[in-house]
C-alpha cells in the first residue's frame, strides 16, 4: 500500500518560518510531487508542485515569493520551506503524488498522505 508521510507542521508566529517534509513508502523520485492545502470551510489549494528531476517547481499565487520547494531524491524526501507565514496560512497541509499544473498553478493530484497542521498565530 502506498502511503505518503508529512512531518514539520506546529504553531508558528505570523512572518515565521516552518519546514515540511515529505517521505513515502514508494520511490519518490519517479513522480511529480506535490503539497496542497486545505483550511476549515474552503477549497483545496494547490500550493507547490516539483517535477520529478527537481528541474521545475510551480507555486500557487498566494505563496510565490514566500514557498519553496525542493526534493532529495537520495533521501527519497520532498520538503516545503515557508516563510514570511501569514495567519491565512493556517491549513492542513499534505504532501501528494502526481501533481499536475495548469497555467503553471498546482491543481491536481493523484494520492496525499494524512496531513499535517500549519497554524499561523500570534
Known amino acids: 500500500q502506498v502511503t505518503l508521510v508529512e512531518s514539520g507542521g506546529g504553531l508558528v508566529q505570523p512572518g515565521g518560518s516552518l519546514k515540511l517534509s515529505c517521505t513515502s513508502s514508494?520511490?519518490?523520485?519517479?513522480?511529480?510531487i506535490g503539497w496542497f492545502r486545505q483550511a476549515p470551510g474552503k477549497e483545496r489549494e494547490g500550493v507547490a508542485c516539483i517535477s520529478s528531476s527537481g528541474g521545475e517547481t510551480f507555486y500557487g499565487d498566494s505563496v510565490k515569493g514566500r514557498f519553496t520547494i525542493s526534493r532529495h531524491n537520495a533521501k527519497n524526501m520532498v520538503y516545503l520551506q515557508m516563510n514570511g507565514l501569514k495567519p491565512e496560512d493556517t491549513a492542513v497541509y499534505y504532501c501528494?503524488?502526481?501533481?499536475?499544473?495548469?497555467?503553471?498553478?498546482?491543481?491536481?493530484?493523484?494520492?496525499w498522505g494524512q496531513g499535517t497542521q500549519v497554524t499561523v498565530s500570534s
Open positions: 514508494i520511490a519518490l523520485g519517479y513522480y511529480a
Open positions: 501528494a503524488k502526481d501533481c499536475t499544473t495548469v497555467d503553471g498553478i498546482p491543481t491536481d493530484f493523484s494520492l
